[in-house]
């Protein structure tokens, strides 16, 4: 039974919420087709100016927020540029230079 009525709250929620995103849209097309009156000029023989109503001031209000993302991205990590380091005898680029004795091999005709 209690399974039953969460079920039947989850529903009725859902379909409020459903129901608030709509709310807006809704009046505003309540409000486009409420006293629209839509009067056809009949005298095309001389030159006159139609009444035009001003009073609304419905465009005045903003209902959605305008939101924009900026373009600053932001980077966790800095990755490094990590220096190859050569292991080698033949390399001098250490701070002294190995002696060549190193590379000789055993003296064998003494």
Not at 26 to 42: D, E, I, L, S
Request: glycine share 2%; with cysteine.
């Amino acid at each position: 039974m209690n399974a039953i009525k969460k079920h039947i709250i989850f529903k009725s929620l859902t379909v409020l919420l459903a129901l608030m995103l709509f709310v807006p849209a809704g009046v505003k097309m309540a409000h486009v087709f409420a006293h629209h009156h839509h009067k056809v000029c009949t005298n095309g023989d001389n030159l006159h100016i139609h009444q035009v109503d001003l009073d609304c001031e419905f465009h005045k209000f903003q209902i959605n927020n305008n939101f924009s993302f900026s373009d600053y991205t932001f980077t966790f990590f800095i990755e490094k540029e990590t220096p190859i380091e050569l292991v080698s005898q033949y390399s001098f680029i250490s701070e002294f230079q190995r002696l060549q004795a190193s590379l000789r091999g055993p003296p064998v005709l003494i």
